[in-house]
C-alpha cells in the first residue's frame, strides 16, 4: 500500500521561499500521477500541481504558475514542491496525493482522481 507522509512546511513572509517534500512509501508505481493540494481555512481543497511520475510531465493552477514548481526526485520516492514569491493567499494546509495506477501522462492533470492522501503540512504566509 502507497503511504505519502509530507514535510517542508512553515511560516514564512510574503515574498519567501519554502520546499514541500513528499515522501512515498510502501508500494510505489512508476507512471502514477502524483500532486500537491491545498485547503485554505473556510475554502474547498483545490488542486495546486501534478506530475506523472514516469515523465515528468505537470499541471498546474492558474494562481501559482510561475511561482511554484513540481519535481520528483531520481528514485520517484520523493515529489517537491518548491513554492517561490509565496503570497498571504497562498496559506494553507498542503496535501501530498496520488492515484494508484500507472498510465500515460495525459492523465495527470489537475482534475485527476486521487486515491492516497498524506496527512498534510501546514503553509503560513504572513504580510
Known amino acids: 500500500q502507497l503511504q505519502l507522509v509530507e514535510s517542508g512546511g512553515g511560516s514564512v513572509q510574503a515574498g519567501g521561499s519554502l520546499r514541500l517534500s513528499c515522501a512515498a512509501s510502501?508500494?510505489?508505481?512508476?507512471?502514477?500521477?502524483m500532486g500537491w493540494f491545498r485547503q485554505a481555512p473556510g475554502k474547498e481543497r483545490e488542486a495546486v500541481a501534478i506530475i506523472h511520475s514516469g515523465g515528468g510531465a505537470a499541471d498546474y493552477a492558474d494562481s501559482v504558475k510561475g511561482r511554484f514548481t513540481i519535481s520528483q526526485d531520481n528514485a520517484k520516492t520523493t515529489v517537491y514542491l518548491q513554492m517561490n514569491s509565496l503570497k498571504p493567499e497562498d496559506t494553507a494546509m498542503y496535501y501530498c496525493?496520488?492515484?494508484?495506477?500507472?498510465?500515460?501522462?495525459?492523465?495527470?492533470?489537475?482534475?485527476?482522481?486521487?486515491?492516497?492522501w498524506g496527512q498534510g503540512t501546514l503553509v503560513t504566509v504572513s504580510s
Open positions: 510502501g508500494y510505489t508505481y512508476s507512471s502514477n500521477c
Open positions: 496525493a496520488a492515484d494508484l495506477t500507472d498510465g500515460p501522462s495525459w492523465r495527470c492533470h489537475l482534475n485527476r482522481h486521487v486515491e492516497v
